[in-house]
């Protein structure tokens, strides 16, 4: 089964010479949203203002591949200070909503420029 890249411009440019998402089979993967707008320009505010505009691409990705953060079935979550995790557990199901939550990790990481990043893996099969 081939594979498809998908690009949009509703969500920030990808970081490096990637694709916003590839989409093989019902499987859809998403690459690491940051907090920048779709023009570029990085989210500098709060880790909350940091953290919706970090949803809001991952969101727009999904939406761009055909599907929605409520097809996640793995949520990978990134934080430069993990003293945000439970400010994260408050913004988070405001994105990741329903009774079949998907698996989520949570680690801390040296990210250099912004406070989170997030990444996924859609199902949109049966």
Known sequence: MPKRAIITDKAAPAG?????AVIAGDTIYLAGAIPALPDGTRVT???AEQAHAAFKNLAATAEAAGASLDDAVRIGVYLRDFADFPELNKIYPEYIKGDNLPVRTTLPV???GFDIEIDAVLYTGA
Do not use: D, E, K, M
């Not at 490096?16 to 916003?20: D, E, K, R, T």
């Open 45 to 47: 505010g709060s880790f």
């Open 16 to 20: 490096g010479p990637y694709s916003h």
């Open 110 to 112: 040296a990210l250099v």
